[in-house]
């Protein structure tokens, strides 16, 4: 018998036998395993890359399965996601500085605040778009800045 490996919402799992899938239609399954029966859905399925997105039981799940190639390229570390490390943050419109998040020395990652921009009587909250250190902030609250202009230099 070949052991088959999936990954279910990041784990590693090794598949089992004595469970039954009865498929409604292209989207809609059923499970039975164990006596119990679990009402499934399809959400998303990217078959090329063996990913599935599931809901079963009005639970979410995101399963991939292990495919031969997966433990080398894990090995040579190209199974990470390539993160933009951050040099400046440059204004992405003309406006005014409301708040600044940050203080020299942070370090920031993806998604993070930096700093709120107001233009044209409204608030725009700029986030990190990569990680870094902050290095220096070069505006204050309240300072009008020309769109392009360097506000933040991070390491």
Do not use: C
């Not at 006596?35 to 998303?44: A, K, V």
């Amino acid at each position: 018998m070949v052991k088959q490996f999936w990954n279910i919402d990041g784990k590693e799992v090794l598949g089992t036998d004595g469970s039954v899938l009865h498929w409604e239609d292209h989207r809609y399954f059923t499970i039975t395993y164990g006596g119990h029966t679990f009402h499934g859905e399809i959400m998303e399925n990217k078959i090329e890359s063996n990913y599935l997105k599931i809901k079963i039981n009005h639970r979410i799940f995101e399963v991939n399965k292990k495919g031969e190639l997966d433990d080398l390229i894990a090995s040579l570390g190209m199974d990470k996601p390539k993160v933009k490390k951050l040099k400046e943050m440059q204004a992405p419109m003309p406006g005014r500085i409301v708040n600044v998040a940050v203080a020299v020395g942070d370090e920031i990652n993806p998604g993070d605040e930096v700093l709120s921009l107001e233009a044209m009587k409204m608030e725009n909250v700029l986030k990190a778009e990569g990680v870094g250190k902050v290095k220096s902030i070069l505006v204050g609250m309240d300072d009008v800045v020309d769109k392009g202009s360097v506000l933040i230099e991070f390491e």
